[in-house]
């Protein structure tokens, strides 16, 4: 069934609501490996509400998502293929998000293959709904990119208070907030990390909606120019933390949810 004929919401699909013990559990894993990306799907879920679902079916309903689900493209092969954007110019989103994913090992079907970990497709719900919150999970690597929020567990915790005003799901603004406390305790540092989390809230607050955008049109922007018409501020606090995590003996490599030692 084409993608533009399936329900809005399938019969199976369930409102978790807020499932508390279910998110320390999980967060939990996570503290212990921060890759163990399957438990952040796990912590989503527990905490998907009707905000979530009221933004999705917007979206599916306006002329963009119609038009998008009409297309049916899929948005991981199409930034995985890296010979597509060979015409881009450098200063372009594409060749920010190549290099962004190359130095950092990753593709966007990894991303994909993480999320299935936690749930096999075949145990999804087949509606119009699904594809709007796996275009959310797709988009996530042009977050970082779009925002210069690095890898780093500071980082990945302040892109997270970004994405909690994108698709205001709980569970996402429960790690960013928990994760910056995880941090401050392992790490002992003075750097303001709850300000990072505060201030990545409010870039994405008046932020444009990164994943309600043509993908493969904003691929082909200058990214400055993209930044400025999604309205996309610098992450000034994240960037004054890490250098006063650096002044502490603390490196970006070294920041991690269960433990930073000063070199």
Known sequence: MALIDLPLVAPERKISGLRPLK???????????????????????????????????????????????????SIPAMLDD???????????????????????????????????????????????????FDRQRDTHDLFHVLTGYGRDALGEASLLGFTYEQNHNKGILFIAYAGARQIKKVSGTKAPLFAAIKEGRRLGRAAAKIAHQDIAALMREDIDAARARLNIGKPEVYRQCLAILQGEGITREQLTLSGAQAA
């Open 23 to 73: 998110v320390l559990h999980h967060f939990g894993k996570l503290v212990e490996d921060k890759e163990d990306t399957a438990q952040v799907f796990h912590i989503i879920e527990a905490t998907k509400g009707k905000r979530s679902l009221a933004q999705a079916h917007g979206f599916i309903r306006s002329e963009e998502g119609q038009r998008f689900m009409a297309e049916s493209i």
């Open 82 to 132: 890296h010979d597509r954007w060979a015409d881009c110019g450098p200063q372009s989103v594409a060749a920010h998000y190549i290099a962004f994913m190359k130095r950092e090992g990753l593709s966007a079907a990894g991303l994909v293959a993480e999320s299935h970990k936690w749930a096999p497709p075949e145990s999804l719900p087949k509606d119009q709904t699904q594809w709007y």
